[in-house]
């Protein structure tokens, strides 16, 4: 099982919208291949840890580094685990802090 966390930073805005529609479609592609993670977004930032067999984690990270919508992804680690840290959430979110503006939550 492999475990991948990595950084990257929004070309745009992130919207709630976005968030929502992120999550949506994360969540469901996770669930088909068997990755779980965390995605934790702030201001134009966003860090996220997949986990799962290395091949499907390998797959979703090269579909989001070809996602137009963000750019200077970079890995800051990539491991083998012998437990999943997220257990059964497709994509857990977690809002981090937005400098000078209020925080939303996305569920």
């Given amino acids: ?34 990755v779980t993670g965390l995605l934790m977004s702030g201001g134009n ?20 580094e070809q996602d137009k919508r963000h750019f200077a992804t970079f890995v800051l680690t990539s491991k083998s685990v012998s437990a999943r840290a997220f257990g059964d959430w497709s994509m857990a979110f977690k809002q981090g802090s937005r400098a000078s503006r209020a925080p939303y939550e996305i569920s």
């Fill in 1 to 34: 099982m492999r475990q991948l966390v990595y950084i990257s930073a929004s070309r745009s805005e992130t919207s709630p919208e976005m968030l929502r529609e992120i999550l949506s479609v994360s969540r469901t592609n996770n669930e088909r291949v068997g």
């Fill in 45 to 64: 930032r966003f860090l996220q840890v997949l986990e799962g067999p290395t091949e499907a984690v390998g797959n979703t990270y090269k579909r989001i």
